[in-house]
């Protein structure tokens, strides 16, 4: 079995990669270098000599506050971008697995987020990744969207990692008035194992929990033993060009290990320091 990954120099497909090669696919990993997402032609012509089995849509424009002033880019790639990848997949009848976002919701809902709950997207980057969506629900039989949400991996830039940054500060201010689930790359893709031998349809994968980005930053200092003073602020004192919703943490489809157990184990991994 053949599964090609796009967004393949990305923070989830190095880690999706070794665990997919772990349950017995080639993996082909591909990504700008190879086709432009928002080249149809270059699309459909790189998957059609691919021939895959399975194709996993990792890539994308991620760079959330940047897709304020570049909407119309955001657009092509999440949006006509996912419309070419999902036509490719249905004219070679193989199933798609679409990466999708928290950031799809308003953050309005007062209890965790399940798949059929109304979206309604704030910012441009959750606009554009909904839009790849209605695509994929359009355009393909045999399709998982998966959405997750706050990612951080061993290779892309992430949250924990920017704290870490910032280990031997004395503090640091962190905003306390956003709420979502922290989600390891590793155990995202070990989720899509799992729902690989599951009905198609949409699906949740986050860390199990929730809690805030300063409740987030400070489990990451105490994790490795740094003395650093967070600071709980609103989102208002850090201004921020995209809106985030305040509560956008999911209700696993599937059971995943708490996000503090997690962290942990990251951290581990990354032989940093750990209590
Ligand atoms: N990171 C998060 O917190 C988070 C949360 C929820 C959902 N997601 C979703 O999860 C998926 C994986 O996220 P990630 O953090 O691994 O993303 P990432 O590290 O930013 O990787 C995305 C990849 O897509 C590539 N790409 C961008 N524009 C492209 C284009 N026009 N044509 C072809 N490839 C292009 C990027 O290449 P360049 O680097 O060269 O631009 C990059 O290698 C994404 O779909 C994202 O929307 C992420």
Sequence with gaps: MLALVTGGNGMFAGDLAPILEDEGY???LCDIEDFDLCNEDAVRNYILAAKPDLIIHAAGYTNVEQAEAEPELAMNVNGL???YVAHVA???DVPLVYISTDYVFDGEKKTQYVPDDATNPLNVYGKTKLEGENYVKEICERY????TSWLYGTY???FVQTMLMHKNDEEIKVVNDQIGSPTWTVDLADGIIKILNMPYGTYHVSGSGKCS????????FSAVGADVKVIPVPSVEVPQKAKRPAFSSMKP???TKNWKESLKNYLFISELEVD
Excluded: H, L, P, Q
């Design 156 to 158: 892309g830039k992430n």
């Design 213 to 220: 980005w300063y409740e987030f930053a400070c489990e990451i």
């Design 81 to 83: 971008g996912t419309k």
């Design 144 to 147: 998982y969207i998966v959405r």
């Design 26 to 28: 080639d993996v082909i």
């Design 90 to 92: 249905r004219e070679i």
């Design 253 to 255: 489809s599937i059971k």
